[in-house]
């Protein structure tokens, strides 16, 4: 349970460089769905009230010994998986796709907490071997990838599905994975993409990547998307068009900008200086938890940290790099300032658990 | 313990490459981010603008025009065009047929116009309806919202508007600027997609008329609402005119055709200073139509039209005078001393000259008829024997001064100029010799001579104003937006040196064609001496009238009214052409009525109610 000294252990820095973010979230929110002309919106307090709920969650992931979680993460990947199936045939459709369960105050979504629960089985599985792990070591935890994965993939939401593959490689990774396997996957990746082009892929998903490659072909169809992002971070220049002053964003020129889109609202409005103090804040939270993983008392909190963190800093990275207009667009969210309460309390768990394994790196 | 070790030091290791790796995607990132928001902002920034920016054209309304009372004549309306801005198209063959359902046109009409203004820049809209009807607007409205039709823009744009179908050919009309006209235009004066005067006063002074577009520059969000406006330049009206036409004139000349029901044309002038006061041209067409936007259709079936509804006969139509040229000869026999007023004929319905018989239009004849009683008969008789004597060279020279044969000069396009032979004028065109007979034929207004109604209009005003042979013109005072400003009378354009004496001797039997035993009854007025000339001219020849039957109304003669009242100081002159109208007394009638309309809203009397006359269709 929770000593006093424990207390003390607390990575504050952390703390403070993610609620950073998230006031940065909940700022660009306000300025995106307040337009008078569309009636104020109260978007902005229900993320409020999902980080106080995160912020909850965070300190419950914090309050027991991350073993306590480890050990039980059997039964919280089963539980998962239950609630993923439930979604599949009894959630409620939004846009096309089955993503969530509606609660009373809002729609929990099931995939998004999953990150988690792949991470910490992960995290157990790798950790009590020892060694190298071996290619049934490797199949089994690839396997256990991908059954949420396959589960979430078929709501459909191949966005978050994608996000348990960096979860995999990065603990496998860790655990000493071969390079020459990881090299051999890399190949095999490159071979399926054809194959998975023609079969797995549904129409949109093919013309969001085919439009990347060339978005003036499509210029007000699918790549319309991609080409506003690039105008609306160009426009921002050097110190941005100042809070609620975006055209691009406020005119609705970009699709969800309160959600997908919400790093190019920051970089309309708060220009190029604005964009570094988030992305340094983010690398500082990413390289802050490396650090909580390199000083972790043993390999299943490293393991456990960088699961955490792979997820994050995939879609972090990804949908940064689409804000910018500059990777084909899809359904992911920016960690911490997109808007979605699911999301936003699955991270701050998540970093709960990082927190939690730094914290304790010197108990037994 | 060795592989712990060993798994820590590796964990240490890769954890290290991460880092690294992530450090530097990172760097990419914030270098990306600098490419984009630095290096290429001036570019980013031009495209937001347009993104979000529009600017809208505010058309000017086109000049009103008043009558000489200051009754407005010709005006504008709101109406709402439906357009294309081809710049936020994203399927141009899609938004034309998903246009053309909407708005219940063909898919192929749409695509023609769309087609001819294919080459202009995307960003100028391409106006697909002119005038669309409030179902459109409302249908085209609802598609906007449903952001099917983002690329589609309704305007509130003026449309000319003709309150009453009147002088239509005097008006004109308007239409969109065609390629030539902004070629040859100065260099910015007109621009694609202007509406200009394409025929009538709505084309000589266009460049008053139009006024000047404003625009209008706002913010649009991203399916192309306006948010608000950024700056507005507010159109100038186009410059108001003050035409010479005064209403109820022209109104009384509408009537007279309508009620009689022939083709043809009318002009009413002010004698002293050649100002019209009323110009028709029969068939007309509404220039509405027009202003609207004329479809293929419409267009066909005016040009196909046998009638020729687009010519303006009043300018355009040249006809033989027949007996109204009988005053030219009589001035040019006077004038040259060849007779004098009391010279004397004896007429016995025919006459023989140079071998060839020449009929008399009474078959018994005149017996002995002076000058005056020649004119207020119409003697033929008389006028081929004084024709005879004064010669074709003098009879040019006088009909000419007169104005005959002339272009009136009149401020309308167009204006073709009529024929008063002579020998030079034969010798250019045939390459032949004239023969003396001609002029006999001549002396009667028939033979080569062909006349313009606006010219028969001046030729009346130079009778009653003693000679001057004013110019007719249509533009009274322009209001620049600084109040009216009188536009100067063009000066005459000639002035026959007319003997008083002679000159009051035909006119004398002018009075008696309508006040004495003469044609013109129909034109009498109480009190006002009404004086005028009926002329009665072939359209065919006898012999080819009986060869082609009597039924064609094709081959009825034209009748012809020349008028000026009051005989003493007349102040109204004109001229009434009825194409196949069978007899110059028809004509008499509509410039009765006109007169009658004149004296009376001159006078402060009632005006006549409308004419229930019926033309006299025995020849």
Redesign the interface.
């Known amino acids: 349970m929770f000593e006093r000294r424990l207390y003390y252990h607390i990575d504050w820095a952390l703390v403070i460089a993610i609620l950073a973010l998230c006031a940065l979230g909940v700022t660009m929110i306000y300025s995106t769905t307040s337009d008078p002309t569309r009636g104020i919106s109260r978007m902005y307090i229900t993320q409020l009230y999902a980080i106080v709920i995160g912020l909850g969650a965070m300190l419950v992931m914090m309050t027991f010994d991350y073993r306590t979680f480890t050990d039980k993460s059997h039964l919280i990947y089963i539980g998962l998986c239950a609630l993923l199936i439930y979604v599949l045939f009894l959630g409620q459709v939004q846009m096309g796709a089955r993503r969530w369960i509606p609660l009373r105050a809002f729609n929990l979504q099931p995939s998004e907490f999953a990150k988690v629960g792949v991470a910490l089985v992960l995290a157990k599985f790798y950790g009590e071997n020892r060694g190298t792990p071996s290619w049934t070591d490797l199949a089994i935890g690839f396997v256990l990838t991908c059954i949420p994965l396959g589960l979430i993939a078929k709501e459909p939401d191949l966005g978050t599905a994608v996000t348990l593959v960096p979860v995999f490689l990065a603990v496998a990774y860790l655990a000493g994975m071969r390079m020459r396997i990881l090299g051999m996957m890399f190949l095999a990746l490159l071979l399926a993409a054809p194959i998975a082009w023609k079969f797995a892929l549904k129409d949109y998903q093919k013309s969001r990547i085919s439009t990347f490659l060339d978005p003036s072909q499509d210029a007000k169809g699918a790549g319309y998307q991609q080409i506003q992002a690039r105008i609306t971070v160009g426009s921002g220049g050097l110190s941005g068009k100042g809070f609620k002053q975006g055209t691009q964003g406020q005119l609705r020129f970009l699709p969800v900008a309160h959600n997908d889109f919400i790093f190019s609202v920051l970089a309309e409005e708060q220009g190029f200086a604005g964009v570094l103090v988030a992305l340094g804040l983010y690398l500082f939270v990413i390289l802050r938890a490396l650090e909580a993983a390199r000083l972790s008392k043993d390999r299943m909190g490293s393991y456990l940290v960088l699961g955490v963190l792979a997820s994050f800093t995939f879609q972090v990275i990804y949908n940064v790099t689409m804000s910018a207009g500059l990777a084909p667009v899809k359904g992911l969210t920016l960690p911490l300032m997109s808007y979605g309460g699911s999301s936003m309390i699955a991270t701050l768990a998540g970093f709960g658990l990082v927190l939690n394994v730094r914290m304790r790196r010197f108990t037994n | 313990m060795a592989?712990?070790v060993?798994?820590?030091r590796?964990?240490?290791s890769?954890?290290s490459v991460?880092?690294y790796v992530?450090?530097v995607?990172?760097s990419i990132?914030?270098v990306?981010?600098?490419v984009?928001?630095?290096v290429?902002?001036a570019?980013?920034?031009e495209?937001?603008?347009n993104?979000?920016q529009r600017t809208l054209p505010l058309r000017a309304p086109r000049g009103l025009m008043l009558d000489r009372n200051g009754k407005i004549l010709v005006d504008n309306r709101g109406s709402y065009s439906i357009s294309i801005v081809r710049e936020h198209?994203?399927?141009l063959d899609r938004t034309i047929h998903m246009l053309a359902a909407v708005l219940g046109l063909d898919e192929a009409t749409v695509r023609a116009i769309v087609d001819r203004h294919r080459r202009e820049p995307t960003y100028r809209p391409i106006t697909v309806v002119q005038d669309a009807t409030l179902a459109q607007v409302a249908a085209v409205k609802a598609r906007r919202l449903d952001f099917e039709l983002p690329d589609i823009v309704v305007e509130q744009v003026p449309t000319r508007q003709y309150p009453e179908t009147m002088a239509a050919h005097l008006f004109g009309y308007v239409g969109e600027v065609n390629d030539a006209q902004v070629a040859s235009a100065d260099a910015g004066e007109l621009k694609s997609g202007d509406i200009v005067g394409q025929a009538g006063v709505e084309k000589v002074y266009n460049a008053y008329l139009m006024g000047e577009d404003g625009a209008k520059r706002v913010?649009?969000?991203?399916?192309g609402r306006e948010?608000r406006t950024l700056e507005e330049d507010e159109p100038t009206e186009g410059k108001r005119l003050q035409l010479t036409i005064d209403y109820d004139v022209q109104r009384a000349i509408e009537e007279g055709f309508d009620q009689l029901g022939f083709n043809g044309a009318a002009v009413v002038l002010d004698p002293h200073d050649g100002e019209v006061l009323g110009f028709t041209s029969r068939p007309a067409y509404d220039p509405n139509a027009f202003a609207s936007g004329l479809d293929r259709d419409t267009w066909a079936s005016l040009t196909g039209d046998e009638d020729l509804p687009l010519s303006d006969r009043a300018i355009q139509g040249r006809y033989s005078p027949g007996s109204t040229f009988k005053m030219a000869v009589a001035t040019a026999a006077l004038q040259e001393g060849v007779i004098t007023p009391d010279f004397k004929v004896h007429c016995t319905g025919g006459a023989t000259f140079y071998g060839r018989p020449f009929k008399c239009w009474k078959k018994g004849g005149h017996g002995t008829v002076d000058l005056r009683h020649a004119i207020e008969q119409s003697c033929n008789v008389y006028f081929y024997t004084i024709g005879n004597m004064t010669g074709i060279d003098k009879i040019h020279k006088w009909a000419t001064l007169l104005g005959l044969g002339e272009k009136s000069g009149i401020d309308l396009p167009n204006e073709l100029q009529g024929i008063v032979p002579s020998p030079e004028w034969k010798q250019a065109r045939f390459k032949e010799k004239w023969y003396a007979g001609e002029t006999v034929s001549v002396s009667i207004g028939q033979g080569s001579v062909s006349v313009t109604p606006v010219s028969m209009a001046v030729y009346a005003a130079t009778l009653a104003n003693g000679g001057t042979r004013v110019r007719p013109h249509l533009l009274k005072a322009v209001d620049d937006g600084g109040g009216w400003k009188a536009v100067p009378t063009p000066p005459p354009l000639s002035r026959a040196p007319l003997d008083p004496e002679k000159l009051q001797a035909i006119r004398d039997g002018l009075y008696l064609v309508v006040n004495g035993a003469g044609t013109g009854h129909n034109a009498i007025l109480k009190g006002y001496d009404v004086s005028g000339k009926t002329g009665t001219a072939q359209v065919i020849s006898n012999q080819g009238k009986e060869r082609a039957g009597k039924t064609e109304k094709d081959l009825r003669d034209n009748g012809w009214f020349v008028f000026f009242a009051p005989r003493d100081n007349p102040v109204i002159a004109g001229v009434v052409l009825l194409e196949h109208g069978v007899h110059g007394s028809n004509a008499a009638l509509v410039a009765h009525h006109v007169m009658e309309t004149y004296f009376a809203k001159k006078e402060g009397r009632p005006l006549p109610p409308k004419p229930e006359f019926k033309a006299n269709l025995v020849p």
Do not use: Y
């Open positions: 592989p712990q060993e798994d820590r590796r964990v240490a890769r954890l991460l880092q992530i450090t995607l990172f990132l914030a990306s981010f600098w984009l928001q630095v290429e902002h570019k980013f920034e495209m937001a603008e993104n979000h198209t994203k399927d913010v649009v969000n991203s399916v948010i």
